[in-house]
């Protein structure tokens, strides 16, 4: 993980809350990102910019909180799809501009693309 963020806003949670949201959605996060989501569910990064694969400079705005009385919790972001849900594809942070940032665990369960 790059050094240079800095977490704004970020929540502490417990692994309890992320197994019952994995129950809820029918899927195992990997263990990397359940460590990060540990301390940093809800959060929102300074500087918002990331690379991954041939995208350059994509933004990321919040990542989902796995508090469930939040309004941007993990649980409402992908229940809030309604005909645009695709089995398998699990939103967990959005950028500003409404557009989610997704798992897709249609592949590989164990280790989903994002």
Known sequence: MRSDIEWLCSE????????????SLN???????????????????IPHTFDFKERTEAILDIIYSFDTTKKTN???????????????????????????ICFNFRNNMHAPEV
């Open 27 to 45: 899927i195992i996060f990997p263990k990397d990102f359940r460590e990060f989501i540990l301390h940093h569910s809800g959060a929102s990064p």
């Open 74 to 100: 993990i649980l409402t972001m992908n229940n809030d799809q309604g005909d645009n849900f695709i089995d398998g594809v699990i939103a967990f942070a959005g950028d500003p501009f409404g557009n989610d």
């Open 12 to 23: 502490e949670i417990k692994d309890l809350q992320i197994s019952d949201i994995e129950k």
